[in-house]
């Protein structure tokens, strides 16, 4: 019991001591806000939609986070304090759930704790663990529990040789239907995880027919959940995948896998060089099995973790990887690759001294892990001071987004809310009381369906933005920011570089389309009572119906 509140205490200030140096927020990052709107919604028994009365779309990758996160609304308001405190608890039990790992395949209480000590060091050391799995806000921290629970089911027979392959297989029939409500890579996952099960049998020498039918739950259960899961999407929102499949579609593969290695390599480079070293105890790992051609229950472990591991690694090169700083999709795998790491250490130490040297005092180890926390070039040192690599610019959007939402409400107080067409789609959302337009399409099934002229220099899932469906849905104001001062003001469109900003690319410079001109006006709104200015792209429409008694406008030179 002390042990276990000395680890707690230990990983509550990793988690502190980032959040204090990294000066987070606790709003979450924009794409969480984006939950928190479906959640409310979901809450308040107005259904799965992005807007109150809108269309029903599924614009969020999990539908497990999402109904966990209404079900926490129904108590609180405060949505940000309760996921983040959830998020805390599935720290704990997956860090428990891998130190049990650890412990179990080792010899001697004094050295478990020195390999606990270096995995706990490494978390810490690497940028990004804790970011997106405690502090996003996103199912992160969630998924990662899944995984590390399903690794440990997977090896739980070779742990305890009186816990047979059944009740472990019965643990991983109740979780395959809730990884595949998670992640939408648990399609792939959960099929390589029946199958590592139906090796492991195989290897335990029990005949192909047996194996199979012992497996067979597994996969009914997984076919028959994908069916449910696909008939009510198609009952309730038309179409058979999340929008935000349509969304990120591309039928380029090889583009994909070209911003996969670049995705991997960025990850290793800059945030985490130690993936090199684990290819490395892998190889030799491998080695040392051909030189001694005896498996014991560890080495059979390490498999399976190795597995996990590599297949983890290998998703982004499908997807196309993604634009977040610190490599969310990488880091749920992290603590099974720092596992897997420190069970091939202790299987091979035998024949490699200098590893039993380093893990015999805690001052060589701590030497190992300040050597090992330099290698990045991103490393957390520079990160303190420098937190333009970290994902601080992420929760800064999202509590840029709720100011301007805010804003928005009172400066349309006691009038019709216009409706707002916008990029970023969580902060804004979460707090406008008015119809919001996502024109990128996560949020907006039109857009998402209208899958041509997607160019391709731009980020992946940032792609779907269609001008003609922005015409023909007409959003009232876009492109749109307060100021108090327009003597001075810049016209965002007419700023330098704008052009070949990120903002520019994806709207596809629509600012300069004769047609889109037509139909908008770049003005200057004021409200009279509250002398607050609002810029903004405004439809003709909703310009000649504003009331004049309450707002002048004035068109930008």
């Known amino acids: 019991m002390k042990n276990k509140l000395f680890l707690t205490a230990i990983v509550m200030g990793c988690v502190l001591s980032i959040s204090y140096l990294y000066n987070f927020n606790f709003t979450g990052i924009d794409d969480a806000n984006i939950y928190f709107v479906y959640m409310k919604h979901l809450a308040n028994r107005n259904g799965l939609v992005y807007n109150i009365g809108g269309e029903k779309v599924e614009g969020f990758t999990s539908i497990l986070w999402t109904l966990i996160g209404a079900s926490i609304f129904k108590f609180t308001n405060n949505i940000e304090i309760g996921l983040l405190i959830l998020n805390l608890f599935i720290l704990a039990f997956s860090l428990f759930i891998s130190i049990k790992i650890i412990q179990t395949f080792n010899v001697g209480k004094f050295e478990i704790k020195k390999y606990i000590f270096f995995f ?73 995880f029946i199958f590592i099960r139906f090796v492991q049998l195989l290897i335990e020498k029990e005949k192909f027919s047996v194996a199979f039918i012992h497996v067979l739950p597994m996969i009914i259960c997984y076919f028959l959940t994908l069916i449910i899961l696909t008939t009510w999407r198609i009952y309730y929102f038309g179409y058979p995948l999340p ?14 896998i070209n911003e996969g290695f670049i995705y991997f390599f960025k990850f290793i480079i800059r945030y985490n060089p130690f993936i090199f070293l ?54 749920p795998y992290v603590p099974i690759i720092y596992v897997c790491f420190i069970l091939i250490i202790e299987e091979i130490s035998e024949k490699y001294n200098f590893l039993q040297k380093i893990f015999s005092s805690y001052f060589r180890i701590c030497f190992c892990l300040i050597f090992l926390s330099l290698l990045p070039t991103k490393n957390i040192y520079s990160l303190f ?7 601080a610019i992420e929760f800064e959007i999202a509590k840029a987004g709720r100011k301007i939402g805010n804003e928005l409400n009172y400066f349309f107080n006691n009038t019709t809310k216009p409706s707002i067409a916008i990029i970023t789609a969580g902060g804004i959302a979460y707090t406008y009381n008015g119809y919001v337009n996502d024109v990128l399409g996560l949020n907006n099934v039109e857009v998402a369906h209208s899958t041509s002229n997607r160019p391709k220099n731009i980020l992946n899932g940032h792609r779907a933005f269609n001008k003609n469906v922005f015409l023909k849905q007409k959003p009232d104001l876009f492109l749109f920011e307060f100021t108090k001062d327009t003597s001075n003001y810049i016209p965002i469109t007419k700023r330098e570089n704008f052009d070949s900003s990120f903002g520019g690319k994806v709207i596809k410079h629509i600012y300069k389309d004769s047609t889109f001109l037509n139909e908008y006006s770049n003005v200057y709104i004021k409200n009279k009572e509250s002398n607050k200015i609002l810029i903004a792209f405004a439809s003709n429409t909703f310009l000649n119906n504003l009331d004049k008694n309450k707002y002048e406008i004035t068109l930008v030179n």
């Open 120 to 192: 706990i060091g490494l978390l810490y050391i690497f940028p990004g663990f804790y970011d997106w799995t405690v502090f996003s806000l996103l199912e992160t921290g969630l998924w990662t529990f899944e995984l590390i629970l399903m690794s440990f089911l997977l090896i739980l027979p070779y742990i305890n040789p009186t816990i047979y392959f059944n009740k472990s297989s019965k643990w991983m029939l109740f979780l395959l239907p809730l990884l595949l409500i998670t992640r939408p890579e648990s399609l792939l996952l959960c099929l390589i």
């Open 278 to 331: 684990f290819f490395i105890s892998i190889v030799a790992c491998f080695r040392y099995f051909l030189n001694n051609k005896k498996v014991n229950n560890r080495l059979k472990a390490i498999f399976v973790l190795a597995i996990i591991s590599i297949v983890g690694l290998g998703i982004p090169f499908y997807t196309g990887g993604d634009h977040f700083r610190m490599a969310r999709f990488y880091q």
């Open 385 to 391: 001071f420098n937190k333009k690599h970290t994902i």
């Open 243 to 256: 929008n935000t499949y349509y969304v990120k579609i591309s039928n380029d593969v090889f583009s994909n």
